[in-house]
């Protein structure tokens, strides 16, 4: 089954789900928040999407990051990571095979059957 990683209040993440819901197809949700992200997790998620690939420096949270916590490595990522979830891309669509889509645009599930 399909894995969509979420912030429920994400317009993108809203896109997403409703790209799945129009094809009908099966999935559940991990919110970020509500369920959190634990260091077991997030490992899982970087041992499948590099870690440049997963830091949003587009979100809120990064721009209010003192310039010492931007200018990190893999260790402290880690930890801004499980300190500020939001810092995550979203929506992470983990696939069956277990490859994961980070983010979400128009058109990016459209390959994806159920």
Do not use: F
């Not at 317009?11 to 099966?26: N, P, S, Y």
């Not at 260091?39 to 041992?47: F, N, V």
């Not at 990571?81 to 889509?101: A, N, Q, S, W």
């Amino acid at each position: 089954m399909l894995t969509l990683y979420i912030i429920d209040n994400c317009d993108t993440c809203r896109k997403a789900r409703k790209a799945l819901d129009e094809k009908a197809l099966l999935y559940k949700t991990h919110d970020l928040h509500k369920d959190g992200l634990s260091a077991a997790l997030l490992e899982h998620i970087l041992h499948r999407v590099p870690l440049v690939e997963v830091i949003n420096k587009r979100s809120k949270t990064w721009r209010e990051l003192s310039d010492e916590e931007k200018d990190y490595d893999a260790n402290s990522a880690r930890q801004l990571l499980m300190k500020y979830p939001t810092l995550l891309k979203r929506p992470l669509l983990e696939k069956d095979d277990g490859t994961i889509v980070v983010g979400y645009r128009d058109g990016d599930y459209d390959k994806l059957s159920g």
